[in-house]
């Protein structure tokens, strides 16, 4: 089992999510409808694991067996289906990597992923007790991924909804 690392916010993460945005954006064209910096990483001050989440939307589900075919010839390995409609690929580089989710236009794991963003984003102190969290289940996970991630789902289920009602 790998450790399960969180460190400091790196000012760095806005740059290299904007360069790997732009190089997945060239890939899939005018079938993109966004692509948004989500998880941790996407949190101004947030600590988090050293790898950036984004998700590339497509302007529809029937572009989505395309836009996987082309990202899987790209210089990503491919981790199928979360079982959510959204399909994840990784790439690692020295000391950071990147976790790509492909998607459909109205996926709700993705509108909730988005929904805790910004209300992390706008709550700072919801942010430091994630954050708080997130080092207390790494340092007792001891490399337990189901555990740190388990842990979490409570704190992100109740933000989401805290978010959604305020809507």
Known sequence: MRPIKVVDYDPSWPRLFAEISTEVSALLGDRLLSIDHIGSTSVPGLSAKPKIDLAAVMISDAFLPAA???????????????????????????????????????????????????????????????????????????GDWDFYTGGKTEFVSETVRLAALRM
């Open 68 to 142: 996987i075919e082309i990202v899987r010839a790209a210089d990503f390995v491919f981790h199928g289906d979360t079982g959510e409609q959204r399909w994840a690929f990784t790439r690692d580089h020295h000391g950071y990597g990147f976790r790509l989710y492909l998607c459909g236009p109205n996926n709700r794991a993705h509108r909730n992923r988005i929904l805790f963003r910004d209300y992390l984003r706008d709550h700072p102190e919801r942010a430091k007790a994630y954050a708080d969290l997130k080092r207390r289940l790494a340092a007792e996970a001891d």
